[in-house]
């Protein structure tokens, strides 16, 4: 009995060795696989906070969905294939899947704030223009400058405290404006409050990188969609990463058919008008646009996908900067551009000013060559009107008014167009 036991022994232990050795050889590509199938096992892909951006943290933008990322409940279109590779540090955006029980999915857009290579050259700058050297805690040079020790001692966030700064929202700053940006602060909880008590100096120090690198997640957080305001739905950040609802670009559709083109002008220039005039009094106006700038959701429905070259003017109280103040300049005023940039005087902005941009870069190439004659040549002819910007605000507007008209029955009534449809087939405002 007792030989038969040592050998029953012997087999087991060689077994446990001959498992053993075959868990340390096992593929880790193949691991994955298998567990990609099983949505309750961990896969075996790497994340690392230098993608994020979480190494670079407190000049970064937030961490408010950082667990999402980490428990998988958001993920890049490349997590989907077997191998769970992140995609390249180098893009400006990626396409993602979002979860909030871990059975439904929805898209979203991953965005970075500028290029990885312009974020590597600002930190690089910071390092030498505050330190004197090539590397240094981001956090620690920031923490130290003029700038910062202010708004570590301000209550509220005041015009004088972002003065200087080269985005285009605060080229102009009401203190309206500010206390919005306070009280809606979506990367800290939510106090309601116009003073900055709520603010961990942590929490200063990312408002201020966020401001000064890009104002696009700001302006997704002061102005949501639930509110009726064009942007798509900001979801959170980490790092240096922004989560927000998806859009396909404008670019998209300049192949679309003909009913759709005059459904996205349409819409185009109903946003435009709507950013102009607006029950908070505010007039938003476009520094810059492209094919990227807008952005069509699944339903149909045109947003601005891009707001970081939108700038604000409040209608209500008005700058409370004139603009030699604007001159300031320090090192946040440099981290994504040219210190020597001008600034664009507030008195030099006018109603027609976006209007103007939209049909010079964008209507043209969405409307060109989509329509029998003679409806071409006169859709052609008020863009051209509207390009040309050569009449006051009031010819402008009448161009687009005519434009308007022209469109209207051009578009069609039918399920392609879910944001409103079966509506069009009972209002006559479609």
Sequence with gaps: M?????????????SLILLLVLALNCNPSTAATASSSAPHVKSSYSFGRTFLGLDKCNACIGTSICKKFFK??????TWLSSRLKLPPSYLLSYSGNYTDDAKSWRLVDITRLTSKYQHDRADKHICTSLMK????????ALRRTHRFQKWLRAKRLTPDLVQGLSSPMLRCPSQR????IVRRYAEVPDAGSIYMDHLTDRDKLRLLYTLSVNSHPILLQI????EGWPFPRYLGSCGRLVVSASTRPLRDFYDAAPDVAADLALQLLDVLRSMGTNDLNYFFYFTHVDAGTFGVFSNGHLFIRDASTLGIIDKEEGSQLIDGQQEYKDIFSCLTVDCQSPFVSCN?????HSLIMVCQELLPKLLEGKFLQPMQEKIDSFLQHCAGGLADDQGVNEAVARLTDL?????????RFA???????YSDKY
């Design 223 to 226: 102005f949501p969609d639930v």
């Design 133 to 140: 050297t090539k590397t240094c805690s981001l956090e620690r």
């Design 419 to 425: 944001y409103r449809y079966p509506d069009c087939k």
């Design 407 to 415: 469109l209207k029955p051009l578009r069609s009534c039918d399920s």
């Design 2 to 14: 007792e030989h038969w036991i040592r050998c029953l022994c012997s087999r087991v232990a060689d």
């Design 72 to 77: 998988e409940e958001i993920r890049f279109d």
């Design 177 to 180: 404006l500010l206390d919005r």
């Design 348 to 352: 030099s902005i006018g109603e027609k």
